[in-house]
């Protein structure tokens, strides 16, 4: 394949904003408690997958527009044939279905539908009033496969999911008049979305679902008590070994008894966690609001396509914090590492 014919792709297909796909089954993951596993991994590459076949479709079902808004794209242009594009979006449709089928039978029950939205957004839904909702509703469903196909189980994954769904459907709003401008309400919408997302994010969970038995971490107190519980039904364990435990859970004991059965809080339980979750939202909120806001200002065309491209990058730190927030702070850094590597790719190929 030569350059330019290499080059048209990478356009067709926004190679750039690949780099925040990933992140969505890694905090996925995280939000459940899980480690990421080879299931994971098959979790990103149909993520990956699934992600470019939509932009492929995309600009398959928009050509005609393009052709007059956007006589660059590679469709318009002529780089690549309409026929290419549909072929390429049913190919890899396919293999990020079977992606997911190797990583299980729930992975597989989150990735049907994430196809099937995927495909609607872009050939019915996305010039109606439901176009943002199904886009949020992807995106979501992305989060959620990662945490089906790492765990077998998603409701963990719901908060985060919700969150980062609610981030899409912002900046969904704000693309629909890149190309034209318009109003300053859109941005002036996501501008208040991004700031109430960075709110929340700064407020980490009380607990943290874990797939590690109780007691695993130092000094946790559920782990104390089962513990105990399991000595009082070995064969010869004395009875006077169960009762502490079931006094401390049935009625208060002294103050350091208390101190001990209490559960903890995810900060307590990771303590830089909480100072890397604010600064990963911290990180989010700058990505996002000042493109927002110069957009706010001046909804012409150029800052409204930058807009988007600042809400399609500050994904990545989003997923970073969500993943923080979680306690998963390997994960979160892991994350935020593909940031740098997506702004030096993006200054090559736009991400819009």
Request: with cysteine; glycine share 10%.
């Amino acid at each position: 394949m030569s350059r330019s014919r290499s080059r048209a792709w990478a356009e067709l297909l926004r190679l750039p904003a690949l780099f925040t796909v990933p992140g969505d089954a890694l905090s996925g993951a995280a939000a459940v408690g899980a480690r990421p596993n080879s299931r994971t991994l098959l979790a990103i590459g149909s993520s990956l997958c699934l992600y470019e076949a939509g932009m492929a479709l995309n600009d398959w079902a928009d050509r005609a527009e393009d052709a007059a808004e956007r006589p660059h794209r590679p469709l318009p242009s002529g780089r690549v044939h309409p026929a290419a594009a549909f072929s390429a979006a049913c190919a890899l449709t396919g293999a990020g279905l079977a992606l997911a089928a190797r990583a299980g039978r729930p992975a597989l029950t989150v990735a049907a539908p994430l196809a099937a939205t995927v495909w609607a957004y872009d050939l019915a839904l996305k010039h109606t009033a439901c176009g943002p909702a199904a886009m949020a509703t992807a995106r979501a469903l992305d989060l959620v496969l990662g945490a089906a196909a790492t765990a077998g189980r998603t409701r963990a994954a719901l908060p985060s999911a919700a969150l980062l769904g609610t981030h899409t459907l912002a900046v969904t709003v704000v693309s629909r008049q890149e190309t034209k401008g318009g109003s300053p309400l859109a941005p002036l919408a996501a501008l208040t979305t991004t700031a109430l997302l960075s709110r929340l994010l700064a407020h980490r969970p009380t607990g943290v679902p874990s797939d590690r038995p109780s007691g695993a971490g130092p000094g946790d107190a559920g782990g104390v008590a089962t513990a105990a519980g399991r000595r009082s039904v070995m064969p010869g364990s004395l009875p006077a070994i169960a009762e502490p435990a079931a006094a401390g859970r049935q009625r208060p004991g002294p103050a350091h008894a208390r101190r001990i059965t209490q559960p903890r809080s995810a900060d307590s339980a990771w303590p830089p966690g909480r100072a890397l979750t604010t600064a990963l939202a911290a990180t989010y909120a700058a990505t996002a609001a000042r493109p927002y806001f110069h957009a706010t200002l001046n909804p012409s065309p150029p800052l409204t396509q930058r807009a988007v491209g600042g809400g399609i990058r500050a994904t990545i730190p989003l997923q970073a914090a969500l993943s923080a927030r979680s306690g998963a702070g390997l994960t979160a850094l892991l994350i935020a590492g593909l940031a740098p590597l997506g702004r030096r790719f993006g200054r090559k190929v736009s991400v819009t």
